[in-house]
Structures are given as C-alpha cells and as structure tokens.
C-alpha cells in the first residue's frame, strides 16, 4: 500500500514563526498536493506539484510556499504563520489517472496562536 | 469547469438504518469518481471508486455507489448503519480530460443515533 507520511499530527506554533510542514511518500509518485481543511469549507487545494523542483499554485497559494527537492518529499512552508492559518493540514499523493484518486496523509492539525 | 455537489452537510440516521449520501457533478467528460470517508483527527481514506466498469460500484465497510450518467450522480448507500460509520464522508472527480486533479465536494458529516 501506499504510504504517505505526515511528520507531525499536531503542532503549535507562534505568530510569525516560520513553519514547515513535510511530506513523505513511498510509492514512486510524480503528483503531490497540499489541502487545507476547515469546517464547512471543505478541502481547499493549497499547492501541487508534477514532479521534482516543480510546483503549481492552487485554489489559495497565498500565504504558503512549497519545495519539492526530491520526488518523494513534499514540504509546505507557512513563511510567517498567522492566526488564519489554524487549520487541518492534509498531504496526498496521487499515482496514475483513474486507479485510486489520491492517497492521503493523516494530517497535521496546526494551531498558531 | 468541474463541480461536485454534496447534498446535505449533515445527515442523521439510525443504526440499522438505510445511508444515502447524495453527490451530484459536473463534467465535461466521462469521469472518474471516488468517495472518501474521514474519521476524527485523521486523512481521507478511499472508500469506492468508479472508472468505467461496472456502474455499480462495492467499496469497502458495505457501502456502495451507482453511476448515473443521466442524472450526473454517483450516491453512495448502505443497507444499515453501524455506529462506527459516523465520520465525513466526501465526494470527489477526476476527469480524464484534465491533469487529473480532483475536485472535492464539501463533505457530509454522517451521525449514527443508537
């Protein structure tokens, strides 16, 4: 099966901290995105990536950078967190079209206060 | 541009009770289509998808979904609800026609009553 790995389940950070969150799958994929999730908002695509050092802004890029140095790495950068960006953070990876949609992460819940 | 449509944010049955859980969407193309399901403090996790075979569609814990291509639907069911299928159940499509992003409906929360 494959795995993608979130490194933390819950994080608290200050405001103004640079944060990190990384992502780690096993399978070999070339397709990597970034989700956020809030209540009643649903999922809201953040960044994607097709491959290495390449990277594509989402529904709402702003606030939030990404790096993607190796296929299997996918880390989303909050440059200067902010009470607004509380939020569930989910990673998935996605292999080819049409087999299984993506696979998730188990999410980082990020608290900034 | 592709949409998915969720019928309903919350929905409350019985245990015992008959789960349907409504989900409408928009392509241009034939699609591909998945539910997901999500419990508490955790990542979606595949539930069934649909990519052209069969219309009916088995996916994991009892549930099921049917293809409509008439009604552009793709409603998932279960014959009776457990207590452990309380969680967010989401809705997604793919189409073959774009970079195979999936688009997300915005969940429904599914409570089972004992």
Wanted: charged share 20%.
């Amino acid at each position: 099966d494959v795995k993608v790995t979130q490194s933390s389940r819950y994080l608290v950070k200050r405001t103004g901290e640079k944060v990190f969150l990384e992502c780690v799958q096993d399978m070999d994929h070339e397709n990597m995105f970034w989700y956020r999730q809030d209540p009643g908002l649903g999922l809201r695509l953040i960044y994607f990536s097709y491959d290495v050092k390449m990277k594509e802004k989402g529904d709402i890029p702003e606030g939030y950078s990404v790096s993607r140095e190796k296929k299997e790495r996918f880390s989303l950068i909050l440059e200067s967190a902010s009470t607004n960006q509380t939020s569930m953070y989910l990673c998935a990876s996605r292999g080819p079209l049409g087999v299984n949609g993506y696979t998730f992460g188990s999410g980082t819940r990020l608290t900034v206060v | 541009a592709q949409s998915v449509t969720q019928l309903g944010s919350h929905v409350s049955v019985s245990e015992g009770a008959l789960v349907l859980l409504r989900c409408n969407y928009s392509s241009s193309v034939p699609p591909y289509l998945f539910w997901y399901v999500q419990y508490p403090n955790q990542g979606l996790q595949l539930l069934l998808k649909y990519t052209s075979a069969a219309t009916l569609v088995k996916g994991i814990n009892g549930f099921e979904a049917e293809f409509k291509k008439s009604e552009t639907s793709f409603h998932l069911t279960k014959p009776s609800a457990h207590m452990s299928d309380a969680a967010e159940y989401f809705c997604a499509v793919e189409s073959r026609g774009s970079q195979g992003n999936l688009i997300f409906g915005k969940g429904t929360k599914l409570s089972v009553k004992p």
